[in-house]
């Protein structure tokens, strides 16, 4: 079965500079989550997006912003990348009101030097 | 305060043994609660819900108490291939995850 695609797996950055994540749900999902995971914490949410419009807010900073298009893939863009961005970025997706069962994609390792 | 607190651990227990791991959640509201796998580098993978009325899948048992804020996870029969993270996750509101920093579980030979 098709699963979540995250690209690029892994990115590496020098600071201030901007990096551009980019998630495709499963197909027919029309909800899509990003999470921040940094060593050894917890992922924390940032953002999610539903038919293309925001639909909740959490620790996202305001360098990044994500949007989601009209084949319900989902960027999100950092700008002024600091150290403290290097982390795994998840993006998971599910049916609106299935919310419940997020399914998460493999990831993309952020690392700011 | 965390939204979602979790004993970090680390489990190291017998290939075999029971184990357990809690879990307490701070908003009373929350209604949706999970727990999810993680293993090394990999992405968080959904392995059961918890309900009030308990839940068992083969060796696994999840159990919520609701008064006391506070989910569990048991382990019966540890298996290698058990070892990992294993996160608990509350759904608060604003329909938002909220992850415990997850409880590290090594299955010994």
Redesign the interface.
């Given at each position: 079965a098709a699963g979540v695609i995250q690209s690029p797996r892994h990115l590496i950055k020098e600071k201030r500079e901007t990096a551009t994540l980019k998630c495709y749900p499963i197909p027919r999902h029309d909800t899509v989550?990003w999470?921040q995971q940094g060593p050894g914490?917890?992922?924390?949410?940032l953002i999610s997006f539903y038919e293309k419009m925001q639909?909740?807010k959490?620790s996202i900073p305001d360098r990044f912003s994500a949007q989601q298009f009209s084949d319900y893939h989902s960027e999100l863009n950092m700008s002024s990348l600091e150290l403290g961005d290097s982390a795994?970025y998840?993006c998971a997706s599910s049916f609106w009101g299935i919310?419940?069962?997020?399914?998460?994609?493999?990831?993309t390792?952020l690392l700011v030097l | 305060r965390k939204e979602v607190e979790q004993d970090p651990g680390p489990f190291n227990v017998p290939e075999g043994a029971t184990v357990a791991f809690n879990c307490t959640y701070s908003n009373s509201a929350s209604q949706s609660f999970f727990w999810y796998r993680q293993d090394c580098r990999k992405e968080p993978k959904l392995l059961m819900s918890v309900y009030s009325s308990g839940n068992e899948d083969g060796r696994f048992t999840a159990q919520l108490n609701r008064a006391s804020q506070y989910i569990s996870l048991l382990i019966r029969d540890s298996k290698l291939s058990d070892s990992a993270t294993y996160l608990c996750v509350v759904i608060g509101t604003g329909n938002q995850f909220y992850f415990g920093t997850g409880t590290s579980l090594t299955v010994i030979p």
């Open positions: 989550y999470y914490q917890d992922p924390q949410f639909s909740d959490g795994l998840f919310m419940e069962t997020q399914y998460f994609g493999p990831g390792r | -």
